[in-house]
Every structure is written in structure tokens, then in C-alpha cells.
């Protein structure tokens, strides 16, 4: 079971990065508005990820380590209606396959908290009590310690630290309504505290996009209930800046996407350095199939020069300088 679990995990487990992206996802997928994310050594001696979701009952801790065993696929509609972030039923079992990984949790109705380990070849999962607030820890303890491969791969502290970094900027800005705080051996690197009005909302894009950004880009929002693009431009940002894309909510880096953006900028503003964008499209789910790269970065539009051609002509419009 484990060497079928680590073949698996060969496709979501690069980097610690990837790890905290599937937690971190989990715990948005189990209602969590509060995830502390603490990072030992670049996350290579320590993952924890604790959130204030809906938890695990005791009888499911033991599936949820298992392959395939995802709760969030109840009908063969929900495939094609997805609005949940993750549905494969394999990131914990992977993850678990090339660390130490220990699960606790507690949901509000049961009275006791409860941690699950899988071991050993066949990973068979002992389940503990366990001291736990209401939601769910989960530790993932000396990553890829036997898939010496995989660590040859792993680059600088540092390095690891700043995609992990980089990612949950990522989700910040797609979840405003969440807080997440993250800490690198022990000490605070992010706070993005829980948006409340509009004015919130800026400061948590100048904390992740920079001041900078901010006071230069231009705002744009255009498009009806079916589809439409919000968000903020900046045709002539420096390379350190943002390039976000987002797909109803959640964060893509579709190549038509990122495509059309491209051609807006060169044509309004050709010869310019790399724009920086935070852009939100909003879609019809139906017009669009979430789960076509295994990382979940693309997307597959269903029309898709339909979509290409308003991103297009929205970033033209907003890109455009005003004519006085
Ligand atoms: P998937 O998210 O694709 O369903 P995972 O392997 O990521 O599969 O998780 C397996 C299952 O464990 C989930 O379906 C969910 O029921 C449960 N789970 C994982 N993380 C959490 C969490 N933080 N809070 C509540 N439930 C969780
Ligand atoms: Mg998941």
C-alpha cells in the first residue's frame, strides 16, 4: 500500500509547497476561517497545519488516509459541478506514503479529540486519544525521509520557505474571509487577518502585492452574472510584482488566461516590462472543467475563445490609456 501510495504522491508531493497547498485546501474545504500554518527547516522538518474547520468523527480518520477515500464526491453531478477545492481522495494517503504524518482532530459534536497515523509497508493507521480544540492539526514530520530521491530535490531552506510563502499569498487573495498565519522556525512571518469591509480588502491586497502596486494599478471590473472579470492591473510593474489569476475563487495559471492578459498589455502597451495583475474571473462552473492538470493550475474552458476574447478586450479596455 505504501509504495502505491508513494507513486501517487509522485504526482501532488513535489515540494513542501505542494504539501501545504492540499492542507491548506482541506481545511478551506472543511469550512476553517482560522489556519496556522507553522514551517520547521522550509517545511522539510516540520509541516503543521491547524484550522478551526467541521473536524473528522473518529470512524472516518482512519478512511481519510486511505487512497481514494475523498467524502466530498457524494454524486456523479458533483463532478460536474464543482465548487469544492480538492476531490481526488488521495493528497492525505500521498503525502502520508513519503512522511511522518499524524491527524488529529475533533469535531464540535463528538466530546473527545482523536489522532490517526499510518505505518509501516501496508501503512495500517492506529488510531489515539489526543488533547484538540474543535477542527483539525495535521503534522507532517521529515518529508520524503524514504524517497531519498525526492529530498535530493529539494532546494535551500530558504527556497522552499519562500514557495510556501508564495503560495499562501496565493490564497489570501482568494480568501479574504479567512485568517492564516504563517511561521518559519518559530517565528511570525504572515499575519492576513479576516476581511470585514472593503477597506480591509485593499490593505490585505497592499500586504500581499505590495503598497507599490496598489497606488499604481488601475482597477478594473467588467462582464454579467455569467462571467466577469474584476481585479487590478499595472502594464509597466516591476518583476517582483503579483501575476494572479484567479477562476471563481480559486487560484489558476491557465495558459489562455495568462495569454490574453499578454496580448492586452502588448497591444495597448507594447515594449513595456512585465505587467503585474490581480485578476478575479468569475464563470457559469458548467462553461468550465477544474480538474484537467493534476496540480489544478489549468482549467478547460468550454468556450474557449468566447473566454479568451472578453479577458482580452476587459484588460485592453481598463489597459488602455485615458484619452483627455
Ligand atoms: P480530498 O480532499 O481530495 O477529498 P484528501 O486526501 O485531501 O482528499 O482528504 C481526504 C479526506 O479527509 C477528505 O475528503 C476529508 O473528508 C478529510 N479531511 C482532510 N483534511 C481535513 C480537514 N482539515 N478538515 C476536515 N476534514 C479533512
Ligand atoms: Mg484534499
Known sequence: ARLANQIAAGEVVERPASVVKELVE??????????QIDIERGGHKLIRIRDNGSGIDKGELTLALSRHATSKLKTLDDLENICSLGFRGEALASISS???LSLSSKPAHQEDAWQ??????????????????????IEVVDLFFNTPARRKFLRT????FNHIDELLKRIALSRFDVSISLKHNGKMVRQYR????????????????????????SFLESGDEQL??????????????????????????????????RQAFEEVCPNQSIPAFVLYLTIDPRQVDVNVHPAKHEVRFHQARLIHDFILQAVKQAAEPTIT
Open 194 to 217: 479576516p476581511v470585514q469591509n472593503e477597506n480591509d480588502t485593499i490593505k490585505r491586497v497592499a500586504q500581499v502585492a505590495g503598497k507599490d502596486f496598489l497606488a499604481h494599478a
Open 228 to 261: 466577469n472579470i474584476h481585479g487590478w492591473i499595472l502594464p509597466s510593474g516591476m518583476a517582483t510584482e503579483p501575476q494572479y489569476t484567479y477562476v471563481n475563487g480559486r487560484m489558476m495559471r491557465d495558459k489562455l488566461i495568462l495569454h490574453a492578459i
Open 157 to 160: 531552506e530558504k527556497t522552499e
Open 98 to 100: 513519503v512522511s511522518r
Open 116 to 137: 490517526a497515523q499510518a505505518e509501516g509497508r501496508d501503512m495500517a493507521v492506529t488510531v489515539k486519544p489526543v488533547a484538540h480544540p474543535n477542527g483539525t492539526t
Open 26 to 35: 482541506n481545511s478551506l474545504d472543511a469550512g476553517a476561517t482560522r489556519i
